[in-house]
Protein backbone atom coordinates (compact mmCIF):
# COMPACT_ATOMS: atom_id res chain seq x y z
CA UNK A 1 0.00 0.00 0.00
CA UNK A 2 1.26 3.25 -0.70
CA UNK A 3 2.41 5.56 2.15
CA UNK A 4 0.96 9.12 2.36
CA UNK A 5 2.98 11.50 4.23
CA UNK A 6 1.44 14.88 5.30
CA UNK A 7 3.91 18.06 5.76
CA UNK A 8 3.89 19.81 8.71
CA UNK A 9 0.90 22.63 8.59
CA UNK A 10 1.00 25.08 11.82
CA UNK A 11 -2.58 24.69 12.42
CA UNK A 12 -4.12 21.27 11.17
CA UNK A 13 -1.36 18.98 11.34
CA UNK A 14 1.97 21.01 13.43
CA UNK A 15 4.07 17.58 13.45
CA UNK A 16 2.68 16.34 10.36
CA UNK A 17 1.31 12.49 9.45
CA UNK A 18 2.02 9.26 7.87
CA UNK A 19 -0.20 6.43 7.08
CA UNK A 20 -1.10 4.17 4.52
CA UNK A 21 -3.84 4.33 2.07
CA UNK A 22 -5.63 1.89 -0.14
CA UNK A 23 -4.91 2.36 -4.23
CA UNK A 24 -8.15 4.03 -5.73
CA UNK A 25 -9.51 5.65 -2.37
CA UNK A 26 -10.26 9.20 -2.33
CA UNK A 27 -7.27 11.08 -1.21
CA UNK A 28 -9.44 13.65 1.77
CA UNK A 29 -11.01 10.26 2.69
CA UNK A 30 -7.58 8.90 3.67
CA UNK A 31 -6.98 11.94 5.27
CA UNK A 32 -9.25 12.48 7.26
CA UNK A 33 -9.50 8.88 8.14
CA UNK A 34 -6.05 9.17 9.79
CA UNK A 35 -7.06 12.26 11.79
CA UNK A 36 -6.01 15.61 9.80
CA UNK A 37 -8.80 17.92 9.77
CA UNK A 38 -8.46 19.30 6.34
CA UNK A 39 -11.41 21.62 5.46
CA UNK A 40 -14.09 20.58 3.08
CA UNK A 41 -16.63 22.83 3.07
CA UNK A 42 -19.20 21.80 0.17
CA UNK A 43 -19.05 18.10 1.86
CA UNK A 44 -16.50 16.17 -0.74
CA UNK A 45 -18.58 17.17 -3.93
CA UNK A 46 -16.24 19.45 -6.01
CA UNK A 47 -18.23 22.42 -5.41
CA UNK A 48 -15.32 24.72 -3.67
CA UNK A 49 -11.26 24.64 -3.26
CA UNK A 50 -11.30 24.39 0.69
CA UNK A 51 -9.40 20.74 0.57
CA UNK A 52 -6.86 21.78 -1.94
CA UNK A 53 -3.59 19.71 -1.66
CA UNK A 54 -0.07 20.23 -3.28
CA UNK A 55 1.61 17.17 -4.24
CA UNK A 56 5.50 17.41 -3.14
CA UNK A 57 5.69 13.54 -4.37
CA UNK A 58 3.66 11.19 -6.32
CA UNK A 59 1.45 13.55 -8.49
CA UNK A 60 1.47 11.47 -11.99
CA UNK A 61 0.62 8.64 -9.90
CA UNK A 62 -2.95 9.84 -9.38
CA UNK A 63 -5.99 10.07 -11.44
CA UNK A 64 -6.10 12.81 -14.08
CA UNK A 65 -7.73 15.95 -12.80
CA UNK A 66 -11.54 16.57 -14.96
CA UNK A 67 -12.26 19.79 -16.09
CA UNK A 68 -14.29 20.80 -13.49
CA UNK A 69 -11.47 20.09 -10.50
CA UNK A 70 -9.35 22.03 -13.02
CA UNK A 71 -11.60 25.02 -12.89
CA UNK A 72 -12.14 25.39 -9.36
CA UNK A 73 -8.54 24.79 -9.18
CA UNK A 74 -8.43 28.03 -10.67
CA UNK A 75 -9.62 30.07 -7.38
CA UNK A 76 -7.60 28.13 -5.01
CA UNK A 77 -4.98 30.26 -2.91
CA UNK A 78 -1.40 29.21 -3.21
CA UNK A 79 -2.07 27.03 -6.38
CA UNK A 80 0.77 25.79 -7.93
CA UNK A 81 1.29 22.86 -11.30
CA UNK A 82 1.12 20.17 -8.68
CA UNK A 83 -1.89 21.63 -7.21
CA UNK A 84 -5.24 18.95 -6.55
CA UNK A 85 -8.64 19.06 -5.01
CA UNK A 86 -8.08 15.85 -2.29
CA UNK A 87 -11.95 15.18 -2.35
CA UNK A 88 -11.26 14.41 -6.59
CA UNK A 89 -7.83 12.85 -6.38
CA UNK A 90 -7.48 8.73 -6.29
CA UNK A 91 -4.60 7.48 -4.79
CA UNK A 92 -2.25 5.34 -6.76
CA UNK A 93 0.37 3.12 -6.28
CA UNK A 94 3.24 5.50 -5.18
CA UNK A 95 4.01 7.02 -1.88
CA UNK A 96 2.83 10.51 -1.70
CA UNK A 97 3.64 13.69 0.03
CA UNK A 98 1.37 16.55 0.46
CA UNK A 99 2.05 19.83 1.75
CA UNK A 100 -1.98 21.42 3.04
CA UNK A 101 -1.74 25.33 1.97
CA UNK A 102 -1.59 27.98 4.67
CA UNK A 103 -5.06 29.11 3.73
CA UNK A 104 -7.98 28.55 1.61
CA UNK A 105 -10.46 30.82 0.40
CA UNK A 106 -12.84 30.26 3.86
CA UNK A 107 -9.82 30.69 5.99
CA UNK A 108 -8.92 33.98 4.33
CA UNK A 109 -13.15 35.35 4.11
CA UNK A 110 -13.58 34.11 7.65
CA UNK A 111 -10.38 36.17 9.05
CA UNK A 112 -8.18 32.77 10.18
Known sequence: MPQIIILPHEELCPEGAAFEAEPGEVLIEAILRNGVELEHACEKSCA??????????????????????????????????ESRLSCQALVGNQDLVIEIPKYTINMVSEQH
Open 48 to 81: CTTCHVILREGFYSLNSAEETEEDLLDKAWGLEP
